[in-house]
């Protein structure tokens, strides 16, 4: 799937829509299956429009993001208008993470927000993450040697003017780690929002276990950077998404 919702100016078709409805579904979980989100706290996002979009909301019998279906996304604007009022819906408070993010940055197309453990644990001590693997998760390393910003403040980001200070913090970066909180991770497509996000996990992860044996973890060699290939979307995003949903599927999920 090129592109998770057309043009960004296109408004997508109903079917379409159904389509993007199970697709945020199946991410949301996903991210659960791998722990990159804990019990009923993260979503995800996908631009549906020029100020649309689909997002996971919260129902009146809401069993967590291991248990999405189609019917927990919901289409809003960017302030989390639109919705059925008699659904019984309701938006995450962190809904400015989405909106503030899409309004802002018109070529991301996928916005996830999540809690990986790991990536909590070396933002709390201040182990920043660096490139200390190289072949064994390239795209994991790119994103470590190209800079991950870390957003100081510990808060939930619930108004427009907090998440405009979290992407002064993040800039042209796909990614940020919110300190004491999570992540936020953008993407070209849901499907690369998502691996991206489960990417920067398995790179803390390392960094954890690399921190608790004592011994400094030093970045890779610029020489080792320069030698790895781009393996492109096709088997970094896609591929990555394929096997995770088969996964999934697996699982029963």
Not at 20 to 49: F, K, P, T, W, Y
Request: glycine letters at 10%; a negative charge; aromatic letters at 4%.
């Amino acid at each position: 799937m090129a592109d998770p919702a057309g043009a960004p100016d296109a408004v997508p078709s109903p079917e379409r829509l159904a389509e993007l409805r199970d697709q945020i579904a199946l991410g949301c979980r996903v991210l659960a299956m791998e722990n990159a989100v804990d019990g009923v706290l993260g979503h995800i996002s996908v631009r549906a429009g020029p100020d649309r979009m689909l997002i996971r909301g919260r129902g009146p019998a809401d069993h967590g993001l291991l248990f999405t279906t189609q019917a927990d996304v919901r289409l809003v604007d960017f302030d989390g208008a639109g919705d059925d009022p008699d659904a019984g819906y309701r938006m995450a408070n962190e809904l400015p993470i989405h909106g503030e993010t899409l309004r802002a940055r018109p070529a991301v197309q996928a916005v996830v927000h999540a809690h990986p453990p790991a990536v909590l644990a070396c933002g709390i001590v201040g182990l920043p993450l660096l490139p200390i693997f190289g072949a064994y998760n390239i795209p994991a390393m790119r994103l470590a040697a190209d800079g991950i910003p870390v957003y100081p403040r510990s808060v939930l980001i619930r108004t427009p003017g907090l998440a405009r200070q979290m992407l002064d913090c993040m800039g042209d970066r796909p990614v940020c780690v919110l300190r004491g909180h999570g992540v936020t991770v953008t993407g070209d497509t849901l499907e690369q929002a998502v691996v991206r996000t489960l990417n920067l996990n398995i790179l803390a992860t390392a960094t954890l276990a690399a921190a608790q044996t004592g011994h400094p973890a030093p970045a890779i060699s610029a020489e080792d950077i320069a030698e790895l290939p781009d393996l492109g979307a096709a088997f970094n995003d896609q591929s990555v998404w394929r096997y995770y949903a088969a996964k999934a599927a697996r699982e029963g999920l």
